[in-house]
């Protein structure tokens, strides 16, 4: 249980670990509740530093740059998964990290992932870790064709992924994927795709957001959307139990992210993510608590806040490459919250902002 020592007051600094459109939205919850917080990101264009207090621009492995961040914050957190171990690791040892680097280890890599998630009574996909070519002719033997192969790691928006629609494309598929160790996935029937996102206090405390009905474009979210229908309502209640387990074992303080497959046989695990979510950036207009502020409520020790609806129905749809460019039409729209993440270029692909409406009846 945290205690009033554990908990921080405002005016305390948040270190958080990546300069993306994630970081900006924690930063603008942080301020909200009277946070400061602290960006350590090596890009040359961080959106999360235009809305933090200050930023840092230095490689994750310095230790000087470190050691300055643990001085500064009280608490680091991270925007994304793709960061070393390492550095997360050292800063643990100086300062408190949340959620910790267990989560940070298990979710970087996907066979790791599968396993510990059926470990804990999960439904995965049939699956098999490769890690040279002949592992995967045998796999693909065994698991069948269509499937997919999946690199362990830096994968995210469909990148580092390949179909195999028939045996004989195991080998160009391998070397699609640079012969990087990989899993091989067997596809599932399904009839929608869902996340439950969770969020779990320092002091243990569990609570989750109702599923949305995620649609994918070309690997990438396009929108969610609820209430879900009812291929999903049927399977929130088994689907939210496992990402309860999930956070217990890992020890996770803040947001954890699991997505799934609606399928007749139940909620088919997909993968997950150790922080906020595309799927639940609807939460910010539509939840009583979004996602981001539940996050800092956990990792600073805080109550976590309501996550009930606030209308009857939202939906969330991103703003991917030059479809940002119709912000002033999506303004004129009664009822749509606009947000833009600040990037500069445009490119195919691109998760340039979001829009949000609620209907409240």
């Known amino acids: 249980m945290s205690t009033p020592a ?6 305390s600094t948040i270190g958080i670990l990546g300069g993306g459109q994630l970081g900006r939205m924690l930063a603008v919850a942080a301020a909200q509740l009277g946070y400061r917080t602290h960006i350590l990101a090596p890009d040359d264009e961080s959106v999360a ?27 680091v957190t991270y925007e994304f998964e793709n960061i070393a ?16 680097a267990k989560s940070l280890e298990i979710a970087q890599d996907r066979a790791h992932e599968k396993a510990f998630v059926g470990d804990l009574g999960g439904r995965t996909a049939p699956w098999a870790l490769v890690t040279t070519r002949e592992e995967l002719l045998d796999a693909v033997a065994k698991i069948g064709a269509p499937a997919v192969l999946k690199t362990l790691r830096l994968g995210y928006d469909g990148k580092g992924q390949v179909r195999i629609h028939d045996a004989a494309q195991a080998e160009a598929a391998w070397a699609e994927i640079g012969e990087r160790p990989a899993v091989l996935e067997g596809f599932v029937t399904f009839s929608h795709e869902f996340s ?19 649609e994918h474009r070309e690997g990438i979210l396009a929108r969610s959307s609820l209430p879900a229908p009812a291929e999903i309502a049927r399977h929130w209640t088994e689907a939210a139990a496992l990402a309860g387990r999930v956070a217990e074992a890992l020890g996770h303080v803040g947001v954890l992210t699991l997505e799934f497959f609606a399928t007749d046989e139940g909620p088919v695990f997909n993968e997950m993510a150790p922080r ?13 608590t979004s996602q981001f502020e539940n996050h800092i409520r956990a990792i600073c020790g805080l109550p976590l806040g309501s996550t009930a609806l606030t209308g009857l129905s ?20 009664p009822g749509v919250h606009l947000h833009l993440y600040g990037k500069g270029d ?16």
């Open 85 to 100: 171990l390492a550095p997360v690791t050292y800063l643990a040892g100086k300062v408190p990290v949340r959620p910790g």
């Open 314 to 333: 939202v939906e969330m749809g991103n703003l991917i490459g030059d479809e940002a460019e119709d912000w002033a039409k999506l303004l004129a729209e």
């Open 49 to 75: 530093a235009q809305t933090a207090s200050s930023f840092t621009r230095a490689d994750y492995h310095s230790r000087i740059v470190l050691d300055e961040m643990a001085a500064q914050a009280d608490v």
């Open 276 to 288: 906020v979510h595309n799927s639940g950036h609807w939460t910010i207009e539509g939840a009583e």
């Open 196 to 214: 439950i996102i969770t969020v779990r206090g320092l002091d243990g405390s569990l609570t989750s957001y109702p599923p949305p009905w995620n």
């Open 6 to 11: 554990d908990v921080l007051a405002p005016g």
């Open 346 to 361: 445009v490119r195919p692909g691109r998760k340039m902002g979001h829009w949000t409406r609620v209907v409240r009846g």
